[in-house]
């Protein structure tokens, strides 16, 4: 059964960082991609904001970043284990949310963005930036 826990949200300042951490369990990542979701209301739909998905190889790891991150946010593998971190620097107001991680097998660069094609998810954790 796959499992995963997102830790590491809190409240930040503008301009300041956050890391947040998926630990994935009951399978493995060289197998599954994991994206990055945030919901910034209840009432909105989730908005895609990153995906980590193995190369496969000694090759560096394929990343994806919403254009409103890129520059900005982070993601990458613990080489210690099944965990994806989305380090978060230079937040804005406009990051604040409920930021969900989540699996799949199947994604890719055309698809990567698409909440409903991810299997597994976890149970969020809420990020709070003040102005």
């Known amino acids: 059964q796959v499992q995963l826990v997102e830790s590491g949200g809190g409240l930040a300042q503008s301009g300041g960082s956050l890391t947040l951490s998926c630990k994935v369990s009951?399978?493995?990542?060289?197998?599954?991609?994991v994206g990055w979701f945030r919901r910034r209301a209840p009432e909105k739909p989730h908005e895609a904001v990153s995906?980590?998905?193995?190369?496969?190889?000694?090759?560096?790891?394929?990343?994806y970043y919403a254009d409103s991150v890129k520059g900005r946010f982070t993601v990458s593998r613990d080489n210690a284990g099944n965990t994806v971190h989305l380090q978060m620097n230079n937040l804005r107001p406009e990051d604040t949310g409920i930021y969900y991680c989540?699996?799949?097998?199947?994604?890719?660069?055309?698809?990567?963005?698409?909440?409903?094609?991810?299997?597994?998810w976890g149970q969020g954790t809420q990020v709070t930036v003040s102005s």
């Open positions: 009951g399978a493995s990542l060289d197998d599954y991609a």
């Open positions: 995906c980590w998905q193995s190369s496969g190889s000694l090759m560096r790891d394929i990343t």
């Open positions: 989540a699996t799949d097998r199947h994604v890719g660069r055309s698809s990567w963005f698409l909440s409903s094609l991810y299997d597994h």
